[in-house]
Nanobody
Framework: QVQLVESGGGLAQAGGSLRLSCAAS????????MGWFRQAPGKEREFVAG????????VYADSVKGRFTISRDNAKDAVYLQMNSLKPEDTAVYYC????????????????WGKGTLVTVSS
């Protein structure tokens, strides 16, 4: 069974940094797309950043562009999110998503999901 497991969440101060990791377990899969989404309490899950297998296709939400960097290690079936210049509004549960289909990177219906890791940014 394939599962995605996020790590790296925690508490950070505004202006600080965190690095999230998402690692796949189980049978190796060539994910066409991998990405990060987040959900704050009472709100819908929203797209944060996505990356294609080649690493050349990358898309960021406008709210994080210039602050967050997504990267991917295909050999490890892993994806990372370096978050700099954190803001209180970045507080949310961050989910790793992946799919073998060549979806739009902003697609909210990816096949595989992790359980999420909580990021809390204090002012």
């Amino acid at each position: 069974q394939v599962q995605l497991v996020e790590s790296g969440g925690g508490l950070a101060q505004a202006g600080g940094s965190l690095r999230l990791s998402c690692a796949a377990s189980g049978r190796a899969i060539s994910y066409a797309v991998m990405g990060w989404f987040r959900q704050a309490p009472g709100k819908e899950r929203e797209f944060v950043a996505g990356i294609r297998r080649s690493g050349a296709g990358i898309v960021y939400a406008d709210s994080v562009k210039g602050r967050f960097t997504i990267s991917r290690d295909n050999a490890k079936d892993a994806v990372y999110l370096q978050m700099n210049s954190l803001k209180p509004e970045d507080t949310a549960v961050y989910y790793c998503g992946a799919d073998t289909r060549p979806l739009s990177l902003t697609h909210n219906g990816m096949t595989y999901w992790g359980k999420g890791t909580l990021v809390t940014v204090s002012s």
